[in-house]
């Protein structure tokens, strides 16, 4: 049964995030942890392999659409992002290892991702000053930040993602969402491979995977599919309504944790 439940989680949160280049793991991981049946460090091993699934399957409709891709841009912000993936799965680890509690954990990723969901809402919600950094050092910068946050937050990528890309290279929305998804690839597979090297998956029932992986790919598809057929205007509506409840359910799973 709650495989079941996942699927149909993973399944709308990834159209949504292929959609608006959140990458779904901003909405997976606060429902599952409103769900609480499984672990923090388990319910983030599974939202990192959704959204990895998800940018794989965007991505490569997104290419084969023939939608115009600038590679330096990718490819700089992605080796930035790798950095940073890594450097935020061993922060969680060091985390969960610091503090007894896991809801200690997961009160500080609910309360980063608020603060980073208020950034983007305002953002894109007052249209604030863009820049034009064109250089490698500020594709670096991008891309390490959005990867360590990734990471450490257990959300793939984000409405941060689309954000800061906006803000840094006053990229239009809609350009922004699929240079977000492809950093979410790289972020997710650095975060992976530490996994797999410092803690293997013993830990994780991988039978969830079954569950996890088809839905993620279906809604890869779908959400690239859409993005295709709508307006910038709508993306942007589209960004800011799933911000917005997004952030009631963090408000909401950061004050049942605090009244336990």
């Known amino acids: 049964m709650i495989g079941i439940i996942y699927f149909i989680v993973i399944i709308l949160a990834n159209t949504v995030g292929a959609i608006s280049g959140m990458g779904g793991g901003v ?3 606060p429902v599952l942890d409103f ?4 672990s923090v460090a388990a319910i983030s091993f599974y939202s990192t392999v959704a959204v990895f699934t998800m940018s794989i399957s965007s991505t490569i409709r997104q290419v084969k659409s023939g939608q115009t891709i600038r590679w330096r841009t990718v490819l700089w ?3 930035g992002a790798v950095v940073g993936g890594i450097l935020g799965n061993i922060s969680f680890e060091s985390l969960l290892g610091y503090f007894d509690s896991e809801s200690t954990v997961q009160l500080i990723q609910i309360g980063l991702t608020i603060v980073t969901l208020l950034f983007a809402f305002l953002y894109t919600k007052y249209d604030w000053r863009s820049f034009h950094f064109d250089s490698i050092i500020g594709y670096l910068f991008c891309g390490f930040t959005l990867g360590f946050l990734a ?3 257990g959300i793939g990528g984000g409405p941060i993602n689309v ?3 906006m803000l840094m290279f006053s990229l239009p929305i809609k350009e922004a969402t699929i240079y977000s998804i492809c950093t979410i690839f790289f972020s997710q597979l650095a975060k992976l491979v530490t996994i797999t090297v410092n803690t293997g998956f013993d830990r ?5 995977l079954l ?3 088809p839905a993620a790919i279906l809604g890869g ?3 690239a599919k859409a993005s295709q057929q709508l307006s910038p205007k709508k993306v942007t509506t589209i960004f800011q309504a799933v911000i917005a409840v997004v952030l009631l359910i963090n408000l909401y799973n950061g004050w049942r944790i605090l009244i336990r």
């Open 77 to 79: 912000v992605s080796l």
């Open 27 to 29: 909405i997976i991981k």
């Open 204 to 208: 994780y029932d991988l039978t969830m």
């Open 35 to 38: 769900i609480g049946y499984h």
């Open 211 to 213: 569950y996890v992986i």
């Open 163 to 165: 954000s800061l890309l």
């Open 221 to 223: 598809l779908l959400g």
């Open 151 to 153: 990471s450490l937050l």
